[in-house]
């Protein structure tokens, strides 16, 4: 399902296990994870609960620098990022934003068309690989 460049996949995991298999096929890709947000850590440090939310920011400079140097906004969106949450029902999601609408939200040139769609096309085989679909 995609809405308004948000991609969204049920994961057959659970939330732990579909955030330990991303960060391998991240790093199976060669890509780094930049970092690891555990939102609902955070809320329970504060003494609120929050079902499992995290997000994993990802990529490699050698495909987001030529996207910043068309247009530096996109640095705003850039790295890459993978939210895992559990549903109030106990299914487990996973989304992020397809690279080829981030190209169009921040004007890029067509020329960097091609960079988008193989950045997109990896993106889903990650989340595809670490949803177990």
Known sequence: ??????VTLESRHSAPQTIERLTAEIEKRGMTVFA????AAAASAEGMELRPTEVLLFGNPRAGTPL?????????????????????????WLAYNDPVWL???HGLP????????????????????????
């Open 103 to 105: 190209g169009a939200r």
């Open 1 to 6: 399902m995609a809405k308004d460049g948000l």
């Open 110 to 133: 067509p020329g960097e068309g091609e960079r988008l769609k193989a950045m997109a096309a990896a993106l889903h085989a990650i989340a595809m690989a670490a949803a177990g679909n």
């Open 36 to 39: 690891r947000i555990d939102h």
């Open 68 to 92: 910043m140097q068309a247009d530096q906004t996109i640095g705003i969106d850039l790295p890459l990022k993978l939210l895992v949450w559990a549903d109030g029902a106990g299914k487990v």
